[in-house]
Nanobody, 116 residues
Framework: QVQLVESGGGLVQAGGSLSLSCAAS????????MGWYRQAPGKQRELVAQ???????DYVDSVKGRFTISRDNAKNTVYLQMNSLKPEDTAVYYC??????????WGQGTQVTVSS
């Protein structure tokens, strides 16, 4: 079992920035894809950004140009830098570690609230 611990959520005004971190309880392998998902009240959980072991990144269209995902395998950590935040970014953000068809782990989530 892998534990994922998120940190960095909070309350920010529209246009502001937040940085999320997610630390894994074991080494992150190059075969692991790390990602951030979010779930707003009444909505389904959606992928925000993910990064493969080869540092290939993917973003949902609504955050492109504003959010940046990165990973530091030496620190077993994945980051999400969020700039130019909008009220519609308000959600619980979840860290994810997966190896397709093998395992899929989730963090407990961290609340991000953007006020207008």
């Amino acid at each position: 079992q892998v534990q994922l611990v998120e940190s960095g959520g909070g309350l920010v005004q529209a246009g502001g920035s937040l940085s999320l971190s997610c630390a894994a309880s074991r080494n992150i392998f190059v075969t692991d894809t790390m990602g951030w998902y979010r779930q707003a009240p009444g909505k389904q959980r959606e992928l925000v950004a993910q990064i493969t072991g080869a540092r290939v990144t993917d973003y949902v269209d609504s955050v492109k140009g504003r959010f940046t995902i990165s990973r530091d395998n030496a620190k077993n950590t994945v980051y999400l830098q969020m700039n130019s935040l909008k009220p519609e970014d308000t959600a619980v953000y979840y860290c994810n570690l997966k190896r397709p068809s093998t395992y899929n782990y989730w963090g407990q989530g961290t609340q991000v609230t953007v006020s207008s």
